[in-house]
């Protein structure tokens, strides 16, 4: 049974930095070929994805956070990272991690698609003032 686990949220300034971590329980990450990926829902709006990363090293990113949302993981740890630099107001949310394993991630819009993961976290919120 997988789980995920998400961390790291918070309260900061506008121009501020936060470093998301989602702890992966129940699989090990590179044990098999994956997709893994970060959302985020703010109140009253759709779940929009952030971007992803797969076993090849697959990056994606939503235009709204590239150049500043690195994705890494630690295997050592089976955690995924998001990093979040450059906070806006508009980047205030609850924050997903998601994963499909044994499957990398599709094209760009399928990285994006919530519909295209199969196991979820239950979020972190983060405000941006």
């Known amino acids: 049974h997988v789980q995920l686990v998400e961390s790291g949220g918070g309260s900061v300034q506008a121009g501020g930095s936060l470093r998301l971590s989602c702890v992966v329980s129940g699989y090990t990450i590179n044990s098999d070929i994956y997709c893994m990926g970060w959302f985020r829902q703010a109140p009253g709006k759709e779940r929009e994805g952030v971007g992803s990363?797969?076993?090849?090293?697959?990056?994606v990113r939503a235009d709204s956070v590239m150049g500043r949302a690195p994705i890494s993981q630690d295997s050592a740890k089976n955690t995924l990272y998001l990093r979040l630099n450059s906070l806006k107001p508009e980047d205030t949310a609850v924050y997903y991690c998601a994963a499909t394993f044994g499957n990398r991630c599709g094209g760009r819009s399928s990285a994006l698609d919530y519909n295209e993961y199969l196991s979820w976290g239950r979020g972190t919120q983060v405000t941006v003032s």
């Open positions: 990363l797969d076993s090849d090293g697959g990056t």
